[in-house]
């Protein structure tokens, strides 16, 4: 097995020897994709290269600082390229319709940090250790000596910042902190990363939230927290699939959750599902593996086929028995005021 700084050296071998690349991200982008996808992408072409930003969905609105020209676009046209890396992508079909668009390349990188990563290109650079993508393209560009512009650190800060919970999730290390630290040195710009990324919601956001505040569910004993979101949903409050990052986040919070759970209705009998743990000893990657999603132990995702209430009985279901086993050794939490509810 090729070692971190191996694997380093022969992506920058592979970008140097080639001149058309494409970076390409995950389906529904968050912070940590499109900020890994566009940190690289400027120091390709900065380097010379000709590059491309795809992905299958827009970048959400509270990005979009970032990409001030409009550079990440959905796929489009026949394109050939030397060069295709993918960013923050567990596995090759979290890359949507982008696949059909890039088949005709000479190699695909992957680059990433989850541990369910399914090593599905050429050259796999993974590292599980890492609480980001955009720590591992900031050490490929220093091992590289590839400038880290303004520009660059914005979107690095960005990648690192969202995906620790800004600094606060558990996988946070150390080195976390001094590649922020690294990076603001280098003209990270945090007022308005923070204003961007944290102090802005648009109204329809708002009112989808207000509509999770009325509608989330609590069970087993309080430990397991849940809610819908179907496209109903979405054209009564005017909001957007990007309006969901990180709501799952306020029912996480909630102090006897151990277990948060969003359901969101992609089609009828198609569901995509969001799992967030905030102790160690629920691995919600574990959970998904089964049911073909992936992630990290703290959050992971999966796409479900089937009738909603079937799909909502067999996740929670699993949530469930992963609770009990904890619970088996761990005492449970309680809310502070000692109410249980069943759902």
Same mark, same amino acid.
């Given at each position: 097995m090729k070692s971190q700084h191996q694997l380093q050296t022969e992506i920058i071998r592979l970008v140097r020897e080639h001149h058309t690349f494409?970076?390409?991200?995950?389906?529904?982008?968050?912070?940590?994709?499109?900020?890994?996808?566009?940190?690289?992408?400027?120091a390709l072409r900065n380097q010379g290269k000709d590059v491309l930003v795809w992905n299958e969905d827009k970048v959400p609105q509270k990005l979009a600082f970032l990409d001030p020209e409009g550079w990440v676009s959905v796929p489009s046209g026949k394109h050939r390229f030397d060069c295709v890396i993918a960013t923050d992508c567990?596995?090759?079909e979290r890359l949507g319709s982008v696949c059909q668009f890039i088949e005709k390349r000479k190699?695909?990188?992957?680059?990433?940090?989850?541990?369910?990563?399914?090593?599905?290109a050429d050259v796999n650079?993974?590292?599980?250790?890492?609480?980001?993508t955009g720590e591992l393209i900031f050490k490929l560009l220093q091992t590289a000596k590839w400038p880290v512009t303004k520009q660059i650190a914005n979107c690095l800060f960005t990648a690192v910042s969202t995906d620790?919970? %800004?600094? +606060?999730?558990?996988?946070?290390?150390?080195?976390?902190?001094?590649?922020g630290g690294e990076l603001v040195r280098r003209g990270a710009d945090l007022a308005t990363i923070c204003n961007e990324v944290y102090q802005s919601s648009s109204i329809s956001r708002v009112r989808l939230l207000r509509h999770v505040y009325n509608h989330f569910k609590l069970t087993h004993n309080n430990?397991?927290?849940?809610?819908?979101?179907r496209k109903a949903d979405f054209t009564r409050t005017g909001a957007e699939p990007s309006d969901t990052e990180g709501i799952i986040d306020h029912i996480r919070a909630i102090d006897s959750v151990v277990v948060a759970c969003v359901f969101e209705e992609i089609e009828p009998e198609l569901t995509r599902i969001s799992l967030r743990s905030k102790h160690p000893g629920v691995n919600v990657s574990t959970v998904a593996a089964p049911f073909g999603g992936g992630g990290h132990s703290s959050a992971a995702g999966i796409r479900i086929a089937g009738k909603p209430l %079937?799909? +909502?009985?067999?996740?929670?279901?699993?949530?469930?028995?992963?609770?009990?086993?904890?619970?088996?050794?761990?005492?449970a939490p309680k809310s502070k005021n000692g109410a249980s509810s069943k759902a």
């Open positions: 494409c970076v390409v991200g995950h389906v529904r982008p968050d912070g940590d994709c499109i900020g890994s996808q566009l940190g690289l992408a400027l567990a596995s090759y190699i695909l990188i992957n680059i990433d940090h989850h541990v369910s990563n399914t090593r599905y650079w993974v590292s599980a250790n890492e609480p980001s620790t919970g %800004s600094f +606060q999730y558990a996988t946070t290390l150390p080195s976390t902190y001094q590649i430990q397991l927290g849940y809610f819908w979101l %079937s799909v +909502q009985r067999r996740l929670v279901a699993a949530l469930r028995a992963a609770l009990d086993k904890l619970n088996e050794a761990t005492p």
